[in-house]
């Protein structure tokens, strides 16, 4: 049974530049969050998507977005990228929307924007 | 913002030795949970307490909550160097999603 799985592994971008990440969840989820994680700190929750729409949502601006479609693996979209959006993004799964069971954590997507 | 405060911020002790790390919390929970994080890869998953308990156990893992102080600790039991991580807690947070502290960076001398 495949755990969570995240693609790339690693990204560079250039500021100004649109990315797109992409988690897929662990069999038999139905529930995906995005964090990001700074270097040196804990992750900080974007959003969650629940049933293919975003439930809810941490203090991100809206150039972050996302999606999650039909067979549940979701994409984070992140556009005119800055510095600081640097880190490393997680994506998590679980079987509840509400967060009261223990989340399944990617390996991460480390992005990189000069 | 943040919800839970891990300490130490970083810890190391000798290989065998326990290691005791702590979080607080400041608002009302229904579950507490701790996370393990090598490398700065992926988070895993230690242990998750709910409110109504006061204890509990996983292999070499202790975990304690008292929600009348807003806290928790984990112990590690008779450590190894493949201990050596980041440890975090976190707590659901409706609308902010699950929210982690800073993290205590654990390192396991040989």
């Known amino acids: 049974d495949a755990g969570v799985t995240q693609s790339p592994t690693h990204l560079i971008k250039t500021r100004g530049q649109q990315v797109t990440l992409r988690c897929s969840p662990k069999s038999g989820h139905d529930t995906v969050s995005w964090y990001q994680q700074a270097l040196g700190q804990g992750p900080q929750f974007i959003f969650q998507?629940?049933?293919?729409?975003?439930?809810q949502r941490g203090n991100f601006p809206d150039r972050f977005s996302g999606h999650q479609f039909p067979n549940y693996s979701s994409e984070l979209n992140v556009n005119a990228l800055l510095l600081g959006d640097s880190a490393l993004y997680l994506c998590a799964s679980s079987s509840d929307f509400r967060l009261d069971n223990e989340q399944f954590f990617g390996p991460g997507t480390r992005l990189t924007v000069l | 913002s943040q919800q839970g405060e891990e300490d130490p911020q970083a810890l190391s002790i000798q290989e065998g030795e326990n290691a005791t790390m702590n979080c607080s919390y400041k608002t009302s929970i229904n579950n507490l949970q701790w996370y393990r994080q090598n490398s700065g890869r992926g988070l895993v998953h230690l242990i998750l307490i709910r409110s109504n308990e006061r204890e509990k156990h996983s292999g070499r893992l202790r975990v304690t909550l008292d929600t009348s102080k807003k806290s928790s600790s984990l112990l590690i039991t008779a450590s190894r160097a493949a201990d050596t991580a980041s440890y975090f807690c976190?707590?659901?947070?409706?609308?902010?999603?699950?929210?982690f502290g800073k993290g205590t960076h654990l390192i396991i001398q040989p």
């Open positions: 976190a707590t659901p947070r409706g609308a902010d999603g699950l929210t």
């Open positions: 998507y629940y049933e293919e729409e975003e439930r």
